[in-house]
Every structure is written in structure tokens, then in C-alpha cells.
């Protein structure tokens, strides 16, 4: 896949106002630099928010992350497609609803703590740019789909990697 400077073709002069939100995560993806750090950012406060406001179960938090995660990553294939072709660009950086997406999986079961949520940050993160295989080869797919999916492996890589610290640490 081309790197995200790539011009496919002229930017669109109008914006879908919906993809425009969500893939750039309500602005989040165009602050500067690292917009995908901003991105996960978000996803992580959001979720440490909502898990200290409403102290739900383990379980019912873990449940409730697999479900945003996956609502995230529904809705995000279509914005991120949208938001790619008015941008002119294969993979827009500002594009940041795949690193939400990713982020959410990897708290899928972490304990609602800040040192287990920065590690959850640390690994999707390390894993998001390292993109190692197969997580590279996901990105070669079309559009949106390739958008989200390489971030969606980088957070269930950064999950398998942060309950294997959390069962030996």
C-alpha cells in the first residue's frame, strides 16, 4: 500500500460531514503530529472514563469494549473509505477511527488501571507502526477495509501480547 501521502486523485471539493466525524474521530486525527497517537489517545480516555464513572464487572467491561470495538470497526470501513477518496489520498493520516478501533481491542480484557491501560497503549501503538506480519499484508486490502483491518490486527496482537504480561507479571 501506498504511504498515506500518496495522491490518488484531486481531493473532493465537498466533505460527508458523518465519514468526516467519525473516520477523523470527532477532529482527533487532524491534530498534529501523530494523529493516530491522538487517536488512540482518545479511544483509551474514553474507555478509562466510562470504566471509572460507571465501575461496571470485568466481564460486563471487557463485553462493553468488544462491542464498541466492533461498532467502531463496522461504521469505520465505510467513513474511512468516504474519508480516503475525498482526501484524494490511499490511507489519509487523519484517518484515526482504525487506531479507535484497534485501541478498544486491545482493552478488550485489561483491568481498568493506568499501568495496564499504558502498556494496552504501548503495545497497540508499538505494534500499529512495526505492523509486523501478517498485520502489513491486511493493509493491502481495498479501501476502508484495508484501513481498519491492519489496526484491528495490531490490536489483537497488542491484546494477546498484554494478557500474556498480565498472567507471567
Known sequence: MA?????LHPPSATKTLWAWLIGTFFGAGLLKPGPGTYGSVAALLLWFGAAHALQPTTLVLGACTAVAALIATLI??????????ESGREDPGHVV??????????????PA?????????????LFDILKPPPIRQLERLPAGTGIML???????LALACAQLAHLFF
Do not use: C, M, Y
Open 3 to 7: 504511504n498515506s501521502k500518496t495522491q
Open 76 to 85: 469505520g470501513i465505510p467513513a474511512a473509505t468516504i474519508v480516503a477518496r
Open 97 to 110: 477511527i482504525d487506531e479507535v478501533a484497534g485501541q478498544l481491542i486491545a482493552l478488550i480484557a485489561i
Open 113 to 125: 488501571d493506568w499501568k495496564h491501560a499504558l502498556l494496552s497503549l504501548l503495545l497497540f501503538r
Open 150 to 156: 491492519d489496526d484491528v490486527a495490531a490490536g489483537l
